[in-house]
């Protein structure tokens, strides 16, 4: 039995739900329902009633579960105390939006915390980082994760979300999304990451496909152009320090905005390691700061 499964056990209890712990712990629902039946197996025990629609922990599995955290939390405060240093060289690959919002945070905080610790930023978009992450290329990257789940070689720790919106000239008065995607030239945003293909995706679905007059590859460019009144544009929400050199209407696109979910990502093996929860703090950190500001 692997200490996860019950860190897995403590996620759905506090979590309400399967998913809710899926979610949390960067597992399937499958892949938790697998754990907690082989910890009832285990235990010979019934977890969870399942008798009715939602699934509700059984009062042994909440014994359980009050009697592990203390312990739970005693091993983890003695393997950090065993491998106090966190040192070396780690390469993170980081896409452009992170670049200016989340790095400079996480590398101050590095900087001060583990000064033993040299970090390399390697740039790239996340189809690129995703593959030198593979490839032993990049230690960890923040990136983009795929809409498929990604995959099941990474641990996947996820950090934020960002949402598509509408940004339209300073000047524009009409307030309707449709009625600027009409009436305006749109600036599209490169299919081949992520988030273009949500914004192509969304685009498609309301009857505004193939409309683009031009196809940029970099978020800032595009707010750059949008300000310049040359169009309008969807993509994920933009750096608000790129919009004051270059301000933009922002406008939300309303109830069932797509998304899209920005972690950190290593190969399962490092996910554990000192190194990967440095960075873990670190980028946690720099969201805690921006947050605050």
Known sequence: MKLESFATLDAVLRGGSL????????????????????????????????????????PFAIELNESLQGMLGTVESMRQRRSPVVQGRVRVGVIETMQASLLPGAMRHLHQRYPRLE????????????????????????????????????????????ELVLVAPPDVEASSVDTLLRTRDLIGFDKTTIGGRLAARYLSERGFAGRATMELQSTHAVVAMVSAGLGVSIILMPDPRVCI????????????????RIALTCRKADAEGKVFKALQEAFGSALKGIAER
């Not at 949390?24 to 082989?38: D, G, I, R």
């Not at 050199?245 to 899209?260: A, F, N, W």
């Open 119 to 162: 970090v390399v930023p390697v740039r790239g978009r996340s189809v690129e980082l995703l593959e030198s992450l593979k490839a032993g290329k990049v230690d960890a990257a923040v990136m983009a994760q795929p809409e498929s789940g990604g995959s099941s070689r990474l641990h996947w720790h996820g950090l934020l979300r960002k």
């Open 19 to 58: 998913a809710a712990a899926a979610s949390e712990m960067n597992l399937s629902p499958s892949a938790v329902s697998m754990q907690m039946k082989q910890m009832e197996g285990y235990f010979g025990q019934a977890l969870f009633d399942r008798s009715t629609l939602q699934v509700r922990p059984t």
């Open 245 to 260: 050199g270059y301000p933009v209407r922002i406008l939300q696109l309303g109830e069932g905005t797509p998304s899209m």
